[in-house]
């Protein structure tokens, strides 16, 4: 069984930034993505982010192109999220999660980190 760990939020104002990580133990990524899903009080969890672990293509969800950027370091089975240019509607609760390519279901969730964007 994976565990996913997630660190790096805070709170910051807007037109910061801040960088959360994802520690995996327990797996290698291997034939996997790590995918970023945020969820805000009284709102749908929504996708965020993923970046397939091997071939490294990355998507994003419309509102976070050009600010975000997410990214791996292999040897360290971590995945990160760079915010940029933080905006008061990207405050929410953001959970990494893996998912096996030959299932297209996310199988494994982290226990979150709270990110506040005050205005």
């Known amino acids: 069984q994976v565990q996913l760990v997630e660190s790096g939020g805070g709170l910051v104002q807007a037109g910061g930034s801040l960088r959360l990580s994802c520690a995996a133990a327990?797996?290698?990524?291997?034939?996997?993505?790590m995918g970023w899903f945020r969820q805000a009080p009284g709102k749908e969890r929504e996708f965020v982010a993923r970046i397939d672990w091997n071939s490294g293509n990355t998507y994003y969800t419309d509102s976070v192109k050009g600010r975000f950027t997410i990214s791996r370091d292999n040897a360290k089975n971590t995945g990160y999220l760079q915010m940029n240019s933080l905006k008061p509607e990207d405050t929410a609760v953001y959970y990494c999660?893996?998912?096996?390519?030959?299932?297209?279901?996310?199988?494994?969730w982290g226990q979150g980190t709270q990110v506040t964007v005050s205005s």
């Open positions: 327990g797996r290698t990524f291997s034939s996997y993505a």
């Open positions: 999660a893996t998912l096996p390519l030959r299932t297209g279901s996310y199988d494994n």
